[in-house]
Every structure is written in structure tokens, then in C-alpha cells.
T-cell receptor, first 114, second 111 residues
């Protein structure tokens, strides 16, 4: 158990809908990262928040947005969903935002868009 | 981040040692070599990292070539629980902390 929690575990929705994925980092970790894992693209970095502020963006679509709240949990919002958004979404956390830090990953949310 | 090259897949017999190679010929002087693995239906987990010297921890050993252009993750006695995709990732300690996962090596452990 990494200490990172993600809800829900599974999500099934229809095209055009909007969903929110939630992540709670390990106690004491200030950084939260979101990754998407699909069959054709592998594991890809989406976005990084540190102590409530956005620090880096990766291959995140404009239909996707995220935020980190004062209690440090983070939410990833996916809107106007398409079939291709079906994937595993992982969040990870670390104490500091630099390249020395180990990232601890949650169990993921499996999203299926029908 | 500099790129790494790993074999797509490897097989090992249970209880045998496994050597997972990684080439990183464009590594910079300050890049650390990190290994993560992803067990089936789980998120990635940290395995080990090193800079120049060989490293050991409870999970594995990391052997780094003298010119740092390649490294090898060593699992001393593979178990069925070690079946996973193993990712070799270069990290600039002063740079962004997001991880770049390549395709990794899928390790199959044969009972």
C-alpha cells in the first residue's frame, strides 16, 4: 500500500459526459501528479500540482483540467468524454517537486467511455 | 529527459537471477538512473535508483556501467510476484519531477 488513495476504482460513462477523479496524496506529500495509461500510448504524464499551484503540464487535453485543494487532495476533471479517453488514470505524490523525489502511485481509476 | 532503450520482454525461471538491461547513451552527468515497475493491475512502484556506484536495496541491485551509458537491474531470485513491466527512467535531480515512462521490459517469470 503506497498510501495514495484514488476514487472511484472504476467508472463507466457515456460519450459527451463529464467525470471527476479524486486523489488523496500520502500524508505529508505536497506534490500530486496525474498520469494516463492507455493501450496505445502507454503511461503518459498529464499534470503536476505542488501545494495548490500548477507546476508542469504534459500531454493534457484542453477538455481535461485539474486542481489541488488546500487539504492537498487533487481532482482531475474530464469533460466532453470521447471513446479514446478510456484508460487507467493514476495519480502519484511526492514530498517535494524536484527530480530527486520518489513518486508513490495510487491504485488507479479505470475509466470506460461507451 | 534523455531517452532509454530496453528490451520489450524477457523471461526468467522462478528462483533464478534476472538481469534487466537498459541503454542510455545520451545520459547527462547529473542524471540519476531510476527503476520503477508496474505489477499487473497496479500502479507503478519505485524499485531503486543510482548515479554512478552500484546500489543495493531489499528489492534489487542496480549495476551501472563505468561510462554510465548503460545499467542493469538485477533481481537476485525471481519470484512469481516479480512478474511486471520494468521501466528504466533518467531523472535530472534539478529538473521537473514528472516521470517519462518508455515502453519498459515485460518480465515473465516461469514457475
Amino acid at each position: 500500500d503506497s498510501g495514495v488513495t484514488q476514487t472511484p476504482k472504476h467508472l463507466i460513462t457515456a460519450t459527451g459526459q463529464r467525470v471527476t477523479l479524486r486523489c488523496s496524496p500520502r500524508s505529508g506529500d505536497l506534490s500530486v501528479y496525474w498520469y494516463q495509461q492507455s493501450l496505445d500510448q502507454g503511461l503518459q504524464f498529464l499534470i503536476h500540482y505542488y501545494n495548490g499551484e500548477e507546476r508542469a503540464k504534459g500531454n493534457i487535453l484542453e477538455r481535461f483540467s485539474a486542481q489541488q485543494f488546500p487539504d492537498l487532495h487533487s481532482e482531475l476533471n474530464l469533460s466532453s468524454l470521447e471513446l479514446g479517453d478510456s484508460a487507467l488514470y493514476f495519480c502519484a505524490s511526492s514530498k517535494q517537486p524536484n527530480g530527486r523525489e520518489t513518486q508513490y502511485f495510487g491504485p488507479g481509476t479505470r475509466l470506460l467511455v461507451l | 529527459d534523455a531517452k532509454t532503450t530496453q528490451p520489450n520482454s524477457m523471461e526468467s525461471n522462478e528462483e533464478e537471477p534476472v538481469h534487466l538491461p537498459c541503454n542510455h547513451s545520451t545520459i547527462s552527468g547529473t542524471d540519476y538512473i531510476h527503476w520503477y515497475r508496474q505489477l499487473p493491475s497496479q500502479g507503478p512502484e519505485y524499485v531503486i535508483h543510482g548515479l554512478t556506484s552500484n546500489v543495493n536495496n531489499r528489492m534489487a541491485s542496480l549495476a551501472i556501467a563505468e561510462d554510465r551509458k548503460s545499467s542493469t537491474l538485477i533481481l537476485h531470485r525471481a519470484t512469481l510476484r516479480d512478474a511486471a513491466v520494468y521501466y528504466c527512467i533518467l531523472r535530472d535531480p534539478t529538473g521537473a519531477n514528472n516521470l517519462f515512462f518508455g515502453t519498459g521490459t515485460r518480465l515473465t517469470v516461469i514457475p
